[in-house]
């Protein structure tokens, strides 16, 4: 299994991003997915998740009503769209594949599959 995330890049305080997460293989619609991001010097953190069919998401509250993730299972990916970004946003963005049930996506332990990463840095 791989997973693939692109999207990341500078962008100014305000502004909008969307990050992409391609699964490796057709499996993907079986699978529960999650966003993470580690900012430098700190721990990692839960982001948002979504269930395998789309329907049923659940985000940390410091995104909520900025943050929207989704999920196409044809093109076995999932999005996270970032609105209004600010500086405490600057992070590395991760995707990956849980191994829980939606009641249980927000800690990094029921996850099992990881993408390398892409980096959001937000400008002041």
Known sequence: VQLQASGGGLVQAGGSLRLSCVY???????????????????????????DWSGQRTISADS?????????VNALNTVYLKMNNLNSDDTAL?????ARAPFSDLTTSI???Y???GTLVTVSS
Do not use: H, P
């Open 24 to 50: 490796s293989n057709r499996a993907f619609g079986n699978y529960n997915m999650g966003w993470f991001r580690q900012a430098l010097g700190k721990e990692r953190e839960f982001v948002a998740a979504i």
């Open 93 to 97: 963005y991760s995707c990956a594949r």
């Open 110 to 112: 029921q996850y099992d």
């Open 114 to 116: 990881w993408g390398q």
């Open 63 to 71: 995104v909520k009503g900025r943050f929207t993730v989704n999920r």
